[in-house]
Antibody, heavy 119, light 110 residues
Framework: QVQLVQSGAEVKKPGVSVKVSCKASGYTFTSSYLHWVRQAPGQGLEWMGMINPSGGSTRYAQKFQGSFTMTRDTSTSTVYMELSSLRSDDTAVYYC????????????WGQGTLVTVSS | QSALTQPASVSGSPGQSITISCTGTSSDVGGYNYVSWYQQHPGKAPKLMICDVSNRPSGVSSRFSGSKSGNTASLTISGLQAEDEADYYCSSYTSSNTRVFGGGTKLTVL
C-alpha cells in the first residue's frame, strides 16, 4: 500500500535552516510527483512546491523561491524539503503529498511534520 | 498566486444538504477541470474527497459531490452526518503549473 512517512518534529531558532524528509513506499517512486504543503497553526493549507522524482525538476510557489529547496534521493525513495532563514511565521505542520503524473490531485499524504521556530 | 476564495464557515443539521463554494479565476478553477476537494479533521492529514471537479475516489461516500460553473467550483454534501464535521479545502491546478488551495471552510453539523 502507498505510504508517505515523514521525519519527526523539529524545533529551530530563527535564522537557521530545517530539512524534512518524506520516504515513499508501495509504488514506483519515479511515477509520481511529490509536493510539500504547509499549515500554520489554526490556518489553512498552503502549497509550497513540487518535485518530479524522475528527473529532479522542481517548481516552487513564488512566495518560497529563494528560501525553499526540494531534493530527492531515488536510491531510498525519499524527497527532502529545506527551508532556510527560518522565521517565527514558518512555524507550521509540513505535509508531503503524492500526485500521480498527469493527474492533478493529491491522493496520498504524509502524516505531517511540525516545525516550530522559536528563540 | 492568490488563494481560492471559500466561505469561512457553513453549518447544517443532520440529514440536510450543504454546499461549499470555491472561487478562483480563469487561470485556475475556470481554466481547467482540475479542481479537487479535501476533508481535514483536527490533527489529521487532509483526505481526498473529490478530484477532477466531480469524480469521487474509491471509498468516498456518494453523499459527496462536486461541480463547477465558470470560475466557481462547489462541493455538496447531502444527508449530513456528524462525522462530516471537519474543515474542507478546494485546490486547483494553475496556468503556471503550480497548485493553489482555498482558504478552507469549517463545516459544523448542528
Amino acid at each position: 500500500q502507498v505510504q508517505l512517512v515523514q521525519s519527526g518534529a523539529e524545533v529551530k531558532k530563527p535564522g537557521v535552516s530545517v530539512k524534512v524528509s518524506c520516504k515513499a513506499s508501495g509504488y514506483t517512486f519515479t511515477s509520481s510527483y511529490l509536493h510539500w504543503v504547509r499549515q500554520a497553526p489554526g490556518q489553512g493549507l498552503e502549497w509550497m512546491g513540487m518535485i518530479n522524482p524522475s528527473g529532479g525538476s522542481t517548481r516552487y510557489a513564488q512566495k518560497f523561491q529563494g528560501s525553499f529547496t526540494m531534493t530527492r534521493d531515488t536510491s531510498t525513495s525519499t524527497v527532502y524539503m529545506e527551508l532556510s532563514s527560518l522565521r517565527s511565521d514558518d512555524t507550521a505542520v509540513y505535509y508531503c503529498a503524492r500526485e500521480i503524473s498527469g493527474l492533478y490531485y493529491f491522493d496520498y499524504w504524509g502524516q505531517g511534520t511540525l516545525v516550530t521556530v522559536s528563540s | 498566486q492568490s488563494a481560492l476564495t471559500q466561505p469561512a464557515s457553513v453549518s447544517g443539521s443532520p440529514g440536510q444538504s450543504i454546499t461549499i463554494s470555491c472561487t478562483g479565476t480563469s487561470s485556475d478553477v475556470g481554466g481547467y477541470n482540475y479542481v479537487s476537494w479535501y476533508q481535514q479533521h483536527p490533527g489529521k492529514a487532509p483526505k481526498l474527497m473529490i478530484c477532477d471537479v466531480s469524480n469521487r475516489p474509491s471509498g468516498v461516500s456518494s453523499r459527496f459531490s462536486g461541480s463547477k460553473s465558470g470560475n466557481t467550483a462547489s462541493l455538496t454534501i447531502s444527508g449530513l452526518q456528524a462525522e462530516d464535521e471537519a474543515d474542507y479545502y478546494c485546490s486547483s491546478y494553475t496556468s503556471s503549473n503550480t497548485r493553489v488551495f482555498g482558504g478552507g471552510t469549517k463545516l459544523t453539523v448542528l
